[in-house]
């Protein structure tokens, strides 16, 4: 299907040759790209950039069970309250639990005294400590236990309400797609699991899709899950900022919260215009804070909310001059969506 819109990374030339699912090869300069469970890795390891070798390599790669639950954790203050039950529950048990360490610190030094030490005080210490060590190292969560308390209070009495909704804005993003009968081509940069897809709408339209990440074990999860509902879709594990397509290859080009902590958000954005077809339009989402936010918001956005990010709020000044109709809308009080077309 996207094999012959597929260009060497190395050589940058239209050539590349599937053997056997094991591996692809350019037969332009020879070079050879190996395949993870019959997807290939096109892109050259020693171009990544820092940041994304990082959430590849100690992140998405070791941890994606911790990221699938823990990074969504980052976001419940801001989520309705029966949506983010579930992590109000670990909130409170983390919260608890931290008192009551420390309270049978305070009780085992200050008040029993260091002569009448148990075995029971000794591994209550040794889960503080793990439990101080855990937040030392990251400091996001810290903040997240610090601030989910007030700025869930704060929100629950001052309502944001957007100009334009996350629905709407995808409405009009796909009408005219809609209303066509002809067959488009839709590229999803850092897809991961691929529920974007399926969460926003995409898979209404009559389209092939090609989903991009650099994380190994995310993209096969989306294989599976698209396999599952016999979705037309292609998958590679490639670098967002040195896209292995052709120029002009897709009508719509996608991104959903990885723009903004791509370690290089200008190429990233550079490669999904090229990309895409002129016309074509392209829609990424990712991290903002509102105007009117609170200096206690500011500090969960800034130190939990958005704290893996590269940059801070919608790179306008980042987009390639080739687009046009550049529209920004803050969806949510911490998240923005940009809308952009391709000129002809």
């Known amino acids: 299907m996207i094999e012959s819109n597929v260009i060497c990374p190395s050589c940058k030339k239209n050539s590349m040759e599937v053997r056997y699912q094991t591996y692809w090869m350019c037969i332009g300069c020879g070079e050879k790209y190996p395949c993870v469970d019959g997807i290939p890795k096109l892109y050259i390891e020693n171009s990544l950039g820092r940041a994304d070798k990082a959430h590849r390599d100690k992140v998405y790669k070791y941890m994606a069970w911790f990221y699938n639950f823990w990074n969504p954790f980052t976001m419940f203050p801001a989520m309705p309250f029966k949506i983010a039950f579930k992590y109000w529950i670990v909130y409170?048990?983390?919260?608890?639990?931290?008192?009551?360490?420390?309270?049978?610190?305070?009780d085992w030094i200050a008040l029993r005294g260091i002569d009448q030490t148990t075995v029971y005080d000794i591994l209550l210490f040794i889960v503080l400590i793990i439990f101080i060590y855990f937040l030392a190292k990251q400091p996001r969560y810290f903040f997240l236990l610090l601030t989910a308390l007030p700025v869930k209070f704060i929100n629950s009495f001052r309502k944001f309400v957007p100009k334009k909704t996350h629905s709407a804005i995808h409405d009009e993003f796909f009408k005219e797609y809609l209303?066509?009968?002809?067959?488009?081509?839709?590229?999803?940069?850092?897809?991961?699991?691929?529920?974007?897809?399926?969460?926003?709408g995409y898979m209404d339209l009559n389209a092939d899709y090609t989903a991009v990440d650099l994380a190994e074990g995310m993209i096969v999860q989306g294989r599976d899950l698209m396999g599952k509902l016999k979705a037309?879709?292609?998958?590679?594990?490639?670098?967002?900022?040195?896209?292995?397509?052709?120029?002009?290859?897709?009508?719509?080009s996608i991104n959903y919260g990885a723009v903004n902590h791509f370690s290089d958000p200008e190429s990233a954005l550079r490669e999904m215009s090229r990309v895409t077809k002129k016309g074509g339009k392209i829609l990424f989402k990712d991290e903002q804070e509102y105007k009117s936010s609170t200096w206690i918001e500011h500090i969960?956005?800034?130190?939990?909310?958005?704290?893996?990010?590269?940059?801070?709020?919608?790179?306008?000044?980042l987009l390639p001059s080739e687009l046009e109709d550049v529209q920004v809308h803050q969806v949510y009080r911490y998240a923005?969506?940009?809308?952009?077309?391709?000129k002809k």
């Open 92 to 106: 409170f048990i983390l919260v608890l639990s931290a008192i009551f360490l420390i309270y049978n610190l305070i």
């Open 179 to 200: 209303e066509s009968n002809k067959k488009i081509k839709v590229l999803d940069i850092a897809s991961g699991t691929g529920k974007a897809l399926f969460k926003h």
């Open 232 to 252: 037309p879709a292609d998958f590679i594990i490639a670098d967002a900022t040195d896209l292995p397509f052709q120029s002009n290859t897709f009508d719509i």
């Open 300 to 317: 969960y956005f800034k130190y939990a909310f958005a704290y893996h990010n590269t940059i801070v709020g919608c790179p306008v000044h």
């Open 336 to 342: 923005y969506i940009c809308t952009a077309r391709k």
